[in-house]
């Protein structure tokens, strides 16, 4: 189902050396003995999801559908970046209004951007999903208390059949609220961290409530894990992917530029990034993840690719199908000479970019890696995000990192805390 490719010798990254490591991760990882491995409920979630738990996000979609126009989603990093990049992925470009619009909150502090959303929603039937795992992050508890005090003031206490709450089943702030004012809860599982939830209710219900297929996103990921959950390196993409950047980064490839050709994949390039740079970017050690689009960024950003400085490595998420295109047709007077392109579709021009960029790159001392996927929709953007957070751990534990915990996040919390004088933090 996706395919990996690299221009560098297999021989010298899969030594019996790495064989051997990559054995003994994997078999902490399935057994549950490495670190952070009360983190490790995303790894078999897909194949456990009942039928029961989808009928009911499905149920409570079709009521935000029938309720609102406007499913406003509050949350910030892995309470939303999931959710965010399947729905970019698979709406189209222009004609947005699929079943409802989705609309995302809470993952910045923009009071310009919040007032406006509520200028924008005030002739619209609206109705808000707020998501926290920990329910206490300030920034969607910011945004949720002004669009809470809105939804109240516009419907008064059928407010309350408009709210529906992702969070922790036990503790947190939101919970309590919830809890108090009755609110719809879905619940964000103990062993799983934000960045890995994409398939729990964090993701599923505003995926499904924006009208996508989410029992094929779930069969992808089911896939996905079934799949890859072996330890031989000539068929695990995950395992080669994994293996492939950590020997680059150990020859000081330090920095990876995930590049696509598809500009509707820009977030889950976004996603892409949280999990790696959170899950890896730890005790002074890790690849910085940053992404570019093609062929726009090659004329921005190419430059520095192609002759700055050489600690970057360049992985490329190729969509080897597309299902809408356009072909070169043969022009009569031919004034932009770009005949010689007739007969070529747009995508086929991509893929010529794709191998004309790699080459260059790959002469210019940046190693490449390539990343097959069949093509963009519920089910191999399901099988490719599990693909993703698999082989992250994976890369994680090379490192010798616990990719499940992010330490690195509450020095600036603190630090803004007290600069606000936030009770507790006054000293
Ligand atoms: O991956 C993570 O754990 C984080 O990025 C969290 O998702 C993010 O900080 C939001 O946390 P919470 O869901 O507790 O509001």
Known sequence: MIKVTYSGDREAIFTDERINQLKEINHNLYT?????????????????????????IQETAKE?????NVLIVVGIGGSYLGAKAVIEALQPYFEKNHELEVIFAGHQVSGA?????MDYVEDKEVALNVISKSGTTTEPALAFRFLQQYLEDRYGEAAANRIYVTTDENKG?????AKEKGYNRFVVPDDVGGRYSVFTAVGLLPIAVAGFDIEQLIQGAKQSETELAHVDVESNPAIQYAAVRHQLYEQ????????TFEPKLAYVQEWWMQLYGESEGKDQKGIFPVSVIYTTDL???GQYIQDGKRDLLES??????VDEDLEVFEAENNADQLNYL?????????MVAYQGTSNAHLSGGVPQIGIHLKQIDEYHLGYLLYFYMLACAYSAYLLDINPFNQPGVEEYKTNIFKLLKKPGYED
């Open 173 to 177: 702030a939101l919970l309590n609220l």
């Open 113 to 117: 951007y919040l007032k406006q959303l």
């Open 316 to 321: 490329f998420l190729i969509i080897d199908e």
């Open 252 to 259: 000081g490839y330090t920095n990876e530029v995930l590049a």
């Open 342 to 350: 007739a007969g070529l579709s747009l995508h086929e021009f991509n």
């Open 299 to 301: 004329h921005s950003l």
């Open 32 to 56: 549950k003995q490495g670190a952070g491995s009360e983190f490790l409920g995303w790894l078999d979630w897909p194949s456990n999801i009942s039928d029961e738990f989808l009928n009911r």
């Open 64 to 68: 935000i559908q029938n309720q609102a």
